[in-house]
């Protein structure tokens, strides 16, 4: 078969072109045809193919479709609704702290003995903290900016200890000297990768201590006496947490917080209507924090154009979701609600043809109270999900598809063809009637021709169990004829319309539930019989 006569049927394969092999067996089951010289060069196989749905599912690789154990088709959307980590909202502020160091009358009597005097103090650095109580942190970064002031003119070192922060396992110290000239110093750490307990102190949390060594040497003229201080001012900034142990209260997570579902499996219907018998709309939470969490369901409902927004019923006002316990670090709970047709309306709301599922929600931390302490991971998070999940069981009736493309037919320079007779022989195992047209447009969007006179059956349906599971097969055969002057059409061609339509079996008046499983074939044969000349040219 010349290459050129190939892209004659082109166009006929849009919607079964997957799985194509040659079958040399076709060219035998093609009828003769009277008062037309066949050319053989031409009569081959085009198609032998044998298609089903795994085979879509595996060419799309789509994330949306997926088969059950008992092999029965589901569209799955799968939304990621918000996820609150929880550096979002357990948030260490920066920290200011002002200590002034006074000096005492036994210190002012050895400083001017001896010209020198050491001063020992322990200050504690009370954090606020707006989320509730720091037991202890695993800092992975904080900045520490401190200024050291006095109001004499003596030489003044500073030892600073910080017995409850660890950095590789020892405490943090460090020296700021204010020599004689200066009334003040600056000091900076970039400290990285430490820890700090705060639960040494009165109240046990937020608090730490700091162990100062203030050493005066006179090497000036001022006289100390009782109104003579050094300031300590320090600030603690940027806190970054690799975990956090403490308790956070009874505050607000997540607040009246919307997200959406946007649904696309209804944007091509173009007319008549489908059911899905048994839809299904699940939400997971998922808690990673070592915080119980409440979630109230403020709404959920869908939308659409011609219905505008519904309720969905069936979810509970709120939903408990567990946490990890403090020996749990790293772990997750989670929780899931799943509503179906005998527990809600969400049949009924899928069957409208909705274009999206809005959800609204507010989630709280330790509803029952302060009756276990709290943990949080920098990654840790409260993350809500959405499935909308269509096992493929239903009905179709008269539910049409359109879809328009761009097409473009040249047979080549050199190639007269007055005739051609496709075959198409077709073997349907999926519970549906098929009919199908094919119409060519110009570039005007102007109907050119199309593939059959007048859309028809040209598949119908099998018989189903009492499951919905289909019985058998039922076969068609048919020759398509293209002419000299159809196939000017075709060249003058620039877009093709497909416009498919679908019917469930039917038993009499009733239209029983249908199922979709992975095994059902649709066996496609189709040939080029010949390209004919008339006899005697």
């Given at each position: 078969?010349?290459?050129?006569?190939?892209?004659?049927?082109?166009?006929?394969?849009?919607?079964?072109?997957?799985?194509?092999?040659?079958?040399?067996?076709?060219?035998?089951?093609?009828?003769?045809?009277?008062?037309?010289?066949?050319?053989?060069?031409?009569?081959?196989?085009?198609?032998?193919?044998?298609?089903?749905?795994?085979?879509?599912?595996?060419?799309?690789?789509?994330?949306?479709?997926?088969?059950?154990?008992?092999?029965?088709?589901?569209?799955?959307?799968?939304?990621?609704?918000?996820?609150?980590?929880?550096?979002?909202?357990?948030?260490?502020?920066?920290?200011?702290?002002?200590?002034?160091?006074?000096?005492?009358?036994?210190?002012?009597?050895?400083?001017?003995?001896?010209?020198?005097?050491?001063?020992?103090?322990?200050?504690?650095?009370?954090?606020?903290?707006?989320?509730?109580?720091?037991?202890?942190?695993?800092?992975?970064?904080?900045?520490?900016?401190?200024?050291?002031?006095?109001?004499?003119?003596?030489?003044?070192?500073?030892?600073?200890?910080?017995?409850?922060?660890?950095?590789?396992?020892?405490?943090?110290?460090?020296?700021?000297?204010?020599?004689?000239?200066?009334?003040?110093?600056?000091?900076?750490?970039?400290?990285?990768?430490?820890?700090?307990?705060?639960s040494t102190g009165n109240f046990s949390v937020n608090q730490v201590p700091v162990e100062l060594s203030l050493k005066v040497k006179r090497t000036g003229s001022s006289v100390l006496d009782g109104n003579s201080e050094i300031a300590v001012k320090q600030m603690l900034k940027n806190h970054d947490y690799d975990l956090l142990y403490g308790y956070t209260g009874t505050d607000e997570l997540i607040n009246d917080e919307a997200d959406t579902l946007v649904l696309n499996i209804f944007d091509r219907s173009s007319r008549g209507s489908f059911t899905v018998d048994d839809p299904r709309i699940k939400l997971y939470v998922t808690n990673s924090y070592g915080i119980p969490a409440e979630t109230d369901i403020v709404q959920l409902r869908s939308y659409s154009t011609n219905s505008g927004f519904q309720n969905i019923t069936g979810f509970p006002s709120k939903l408990l979701v567990e946490a990890p316990g403090i020996d749990e670090v790293g772990s997750e709970y989670s929780d899931s609600i799943i509503l179906n047709k005998n527990t809600s309306n969400i049949a009924d709301i899928i069957n409208s043809k909705p274009e999206k599922i809005v959800f609204q929600f507010a989630s709280s931390s330790n509803p029952q109270g302060k009756i276990r302490r709290n943990f949080a991971l920098r990654n840790s998070k409260l993350a809500f999900r959405l499935d909308l999940d269509f096992p493929l069981k239903g009905t179709a009736d008269n539910y049409g598809l359109e879809q328009t493309s761009s097409f473009s037919f040249d047979p080549g320079e050199g190639t007269e063809l007055d005739e051609v007779v496709l075959r198409l022989a077709m073997e349907n195992e999926f519970p549906l009637d098929l009919d199908l047209q094919l119409y060519f447009l110009d570039e005007n969007g102007v109907t050119l021709d199309s593939l059959f006179s007048t859309r028809e059956l040209l598949l119908a349906s099998p018989p189903v169990d009492a499951a919905g599971r289909s019985q058998g097969s039922t076969k068609s055969f048919r020759d398509i004829r293209y002419s000299s002057d159809r196939i000017e059409h075709l060249k003058r061609s620039k877009e093709m319309k497909i416009v498919a339509g679908f019917n469930t079996t039917r038993s009499g008046s009733n239209q029983p539930v249908v199922a979709f499983y992975s095994d059902y074939r649709l066996n496609l044969k189709l040939g080029v019989a010949a390209a004919i000349r008339a006899i005697g040219q």
């Amino acid at each position: 078969m010349s290459r050129n006569s190939l892209r004659i049927v082109v166009i006929f394969l849009a919607l079964a072109s997957t799985s194509c092999r040659k079958n040399a067996d076709l060219i035998r089951d093609l009828e003769d045809v009277k008062g037309v010289e066949w050319s053989p060069e031409f009569a081959a196989p085009l198609i032998n193919a044998s298609l089903g749905l795994s085979d879509l599912i595996e060419q799309t690789n789509s994330e949306l479709i997926e088969v059950d154990g008992d092999k029965l088709i589901h569209i799955i959307y799968r939304g990621d609704l918000i996820s609150i980590e929880a550096n979002q909202v357990l948030h260490i502020e920066d920290q200011s702290f002002d200590n002034p160091i006074i000096f005492n009358q036994s210190e002012l009597t050895q400083f001017n003995l001896a010209d020198s005097v050491i001063l020992n103090r322990t200050i504690w650095l009370d954090y606020d903290v707006e989320f509730g109580e720091i037991d202890s942190v695993f800092l992975r970064y904080v900045l520490i900016e401190q200024e050291i002031s006095k109001n004499f003119d003596h030489e003044v070192q500073v030892q600073f200890r910080f017995p409850t922060v660890l950095k590789q396992k020892l405490p943090l110290q460090f020296r700021v000297p204010l020599i004689q000239g200066s009334t003040s110093a600056q000091n900076r750490l970039d400290l990285f990768n430490s820890s700090m307990d705060m639960s040494t102190g009165n109240f046990s949390v937020n608090q730490v201590p700091v162990e100062l060594s203030l050493k005066v040497k006179r090497t000036g003229s001022s006289v100390l006496d009782g109104n003579s201080e050094i300031a300590v001012k320090q600030m603690l900034k940027n806190h970054d947490y690799d975990l956090l142990y403490g308790y956070t209260g009874t505050d607000e997570l997540i607040n009246d917080e919307a997200d959406t579902l946007v649904l696309n499996i209804f944007d091509r219907s173009s007319r008549g209507s489908f059911t899905v018998d048994d839809p299904r709309i699940k939400l997971y939470v998922t808690n990673s924090y070592g915080i119980p969490a409440e979630t109230d369901i403020v709404q959920l409902r869908s939308y659409s154009t011609n219905s505008g927004f519904q309720n969905i019923t069936g979810f509970p006002s709120k939903l408990l979701v567990e946490a990890p316990g403090i020996d749990e670090v790293g772990s997750e709970y989670s929780d899931s609600i799943i509503l179906n047709k005998n527990t809600s309306n969400i049949a009924d709301i899928i069957n409208s043809k909705p274009e999206k599922i809005v959800f609204q929600f507010a989630s709280s931390s330790n509803p029952q109270g302060k009756i276990r302490r709290n943990f949080a991971l920098r990654n840790s998070k409260l993350a809500f999900r959405l499935d909308l999940d269509f096992p493929l069981k239903g009905t179709a009736d008269n539910y049409g598809l359109e879809q328009t493309s761009s097409f473009s037919f040249d047979p080549g320079e050199g190639t007269e063809l007055d005739e051609v007779v496709l075959r198409l022989a077709m073997e349907n195992e999926f519970p549906l009637d098929l009919d199908l047209q094919l119409y060519f447009l110009d570039e005007n969007g102007v109907t050119l021709d199309s593939l059959f006179s007048t859309r028809e059956l040209l598949l119908a349906s099998p018989p189903v169990d009492a499951a919905g599971r289909s019985q058998g097969s039922t076969k068609s055969f048919r020759d398509i004829r293209y002419s000299s002057d159809r196939i000017e059409h075709l060249k003058r061609s620039k877009e093709m319309k497909i416009v498919a339509g679908f019917n469930t079996t039917r038993s009499g008046s009733n239209q029983p539930v249908v199922a979709f499983y992975s095994d059902y074939r649709l066996n496609l044969k189709l040939g080029v019989a010949a390209a004919i000349r008339a006899i005697g040219q």
